[in-house]
Nanobody, 122 residues
Framework: QVQLVESGGGLVQAGGSLKLSCAASGGTFRSYVMGWFRQAPGKERDFVAAISWSDGNTDYADSVKGRFTISRDGVKNTVYLQMNSLKPEDTAVYYC???????????????WGQGTQVTVSS
């Protein structure tokens, strides 16, 4: 059983930056792909970014390419999402998740964190 705990959310002005963290434990999480999703009020949960623990391959949603960067730290067992040039439309609850393969569909992800709120003011 993989456990995921997000942190780092908060309130930031448009154009600012935030760095989210996802601490992983339990199971063989290093054989997984780690992803970030987000869900705004009244909207579906959308893919943001993903990274493979084993080879570092990454994938991004078009809406965040060039602004967000996903990375991993094998010593700290933590995945990060560096978010720059934030926009009000980035406001959402951000979730960390684990999957067996690199993908953008939430149904492919078996384990989820509790989420962390990101609010971007205009």
């Amino acid at each position: 059983q993989v456990q995921l705990v997000e942190s780092g959310g908060g309130l930031v002005q448009a154009g600012g930056s935030l760095k989210l963290s996802c601490a992983a434990s339990g199971g063989t999480f290093r054989s997984y792909v780690m992803g970030w999703f987000r869900q705004a009020p009244g909207k579906e949960r959308d893919f943001v970014a993903a990274i493979s623990w084993s080879d570092g391959n990454t994938d991004y949603a078009d809406s965040v390419k060039g602004r967000f960067t996903i990375s991993r730290d094998g010593v700290k067992n933590t995945v990060y999402l560096q978010m720059n040039s934030l926009k009000p439309e980035d406001t959402a609850v951000y979730y960390c998740a684990a999957s067996f393969r690199l993908g953008q569909h939430q149904n492919e992800y078996a384990y989820w964190g509790q989420g962390t709120q990101v609010t971007v003011s205009s």
